[in-house]
């Protein structure tokens, strides 16, 4: 059977895989509906929700909006930090840092849904691994300006030591775009998160495309 859980581990195993992430706080100030549509329009395939210091209602509109939106175009749905959100609007999945609930509890109020788990370094990866994660964010690969992480860049080689370390699928984040994604696909990330790459750009649509098409780049036909 296809669960929300299959098809998100699916998705961000695909080669080559994109992972939007729509905050509205890096948007440049254009509206939530817009960049929403041009996401979706660029062909993204996951877009996790991500609204960080709103009201608990706006964030759970913004996610109905989402939620109807992704839907209607086949595209698999997250919610950044806030389970009860997930839940009451039918998200394919939730994605959880170290201080959010933890995992276990998460497991046994999502179910069949998705569950993904930021991790810094490799115990976070291994613990993530062992509670049952179905794909951990690792991050931040390179400096980015989006997140106050607390981390120093992770970089790739240590990048490729978690792919090493765990067969969970691997979302990379921080600081890839258009022009490094390609090292990163290489070194073990599964998957590319994007937020300013995508978001600043001056067309959305326009720039979720060509990262889509590194698909069918040179260096994509070695891996
Ligand atoms: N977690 C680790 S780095 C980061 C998050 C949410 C920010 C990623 O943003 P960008 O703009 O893609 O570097
Ligand atoms: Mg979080």
Redesign the pocket.
């Known amino acids: 059977m296809s669960t929300s859980r299959n098809l998100l581990v699916r998705a961000v195993t695909r080669p080559h895989s994109l992972y939007a ?1 729509l905050d509205p706080a ?1 948007s440049r100030g254009r509206p939530f509906p817009s960049i929403l549509s041009a996401l979706l329009k660029g062909g993204a395939s996951v877009i996790q929700l ?1 609204a960080k210091g709103i009201p608990t209602r706006e964030f759970f509109q913004l996610a109905v909006e989402t939620r109807r939106h992704t839907s209607a175009a086949g595209c698999l749905f997250i919610v950044n930090d806030r389970l009860d959100i997930a839940l009451s609007t039918g998200a394919d999945g939730v994605h959880l840092g170290q201080g959010d609930l933890p995992l276990a509890v998460a497991r046994r109020l999502m179910g069949d849904r998705g569950i993904g788990i ?1 991790t810094h370094d490799l115990d976070q990866a291994k613990d993530a691994e062992r509670g049952g994660a179905d794909y951990i ?1 690792f ?2 690969i390179f400096g ?1 300006a ?2 106050h ?1 607390g981390y120093p860049p992770r970089g790739l080689p240590m990048l490729k030591k978690i792919r090493k370390a765990t067969n969970l699928p691997i979302v990379a ?4 775009s258009e022009q490094n994604a390609g090292m990163v696909w290489e070194a073990g990330g599964n998957s590319v ?5 995508l978001l600043r750009a001056e067309n959305i649509a326009e720039k979720v495309r060509r990262i889509l098409a590194l698909r069918q780049a040179p260096f994509a036909s070695s891996s």
Do not use: C, W
Not at 173 to 176: A, D, K, S, V
Not at 193 to 197: F, L, T
């Open positions: 992430i890096q991500r930021s964010g991050g931040p980015t989006t997140k992480t984040i921080g600081g890839i998160a994007m937020i300013g790459e």
